[in-house]
């Protein structure tokens, strides 16, 4: 553009005094808050030739191409923004329809429940977990028989071992089953096996699960053992002491009183520490204190003697 006959800036100083024959000319600028752009499209300058400053030097000037939009209005932005609000949510309604159909399978689940499994619902444990623990009920994994089934060495998903002990819906199975859960899935205490879980599977199947028992049955080191297996009086005492820690649990320490009504060295499992615990509740009975109970069948005794 031709210059302004009206220049908006224009200072006359006196530089002779500053001038060296031979120097640097410079430009700056400064800006306040605002993004802003200064450029020099063109300057000249002359000692002694004040004509050149009526027509600048315009050739090789630098393209000034002010933009014609924000980057916030471009399509690229708007294309993109438009497909991440769709992804957001396309996701959150995946989200939303899978535990929408988790609780109506829950829901369905428990409907379909009878009053019992309701009321112990938080300690079930699904089938496929059980089959994969014990490798599908292998007969390596078999380390010993209760009354209505067998019992197996299963590993869970984070490496702690149990015990799955399986009870056939046969010879009052599910009796015995009722009376585990409903006893031994409510106590706690040392000198009693922990009952982790239970499966209850169509056709009447049937699976409880422990803590794992490393040194097994009580009757296995008593009863045709090696000398190196026997057990010393000592830990004789000993076990003798926590199975009777055990027994007057179940009958004064609960809010029920709980009759094992099957106590015996085959029912005592001895844990790493070879602590005894007293396990296998199918027989037993609760009663409200200061009830009589009255219970049939004989006693089933056992000896820790030498």
Known sequence: MKRPTRPLLNVSINLSDVFEEEMYVG???????LDESHKILAWSYSDSNFSLSESLITTGLPSFVPLKGSFFRSKAFIAGAVLGGFAVIVAVALITLFYARRKQRM???RANMEEWELEYWPHRITYQEIETATKGFSE???IGFGGNGKVYKGVLPGGEEVAVKRISHENNGMREFLAEISSLGRLKHRSLVGLR??????????S?????????????????????KMLSCEERIRILKDVASGV???H?????????RDIKASNVLLDQEMNGRLGDFGLARMHSHGQMAITTGGWNGWVLGP
């Open 252 to 260: 004064e320490g609960w809010e029920s009183k709980v009759l094992h």
């Open 248 to 250: 007057l649990y179940l």
């Open 208 to 228: 409880l699960v422990y803590d794992y028992m490393e040194n097994g049955s009580l009757d296995k080191r008593v009863f045709n053992c090696d000398e190196n």
């Open 140 to 142: 390596q994994n078999v």
């Open 27 to 33: 430009f700056t600028s400064a800006t306040g808050k």
């Open 197 to 206: 879980a239970w499966c209850k599977r169509e056709k009447g199947s049937f």
């Open 107 to 109: 829901a369905r689940a």
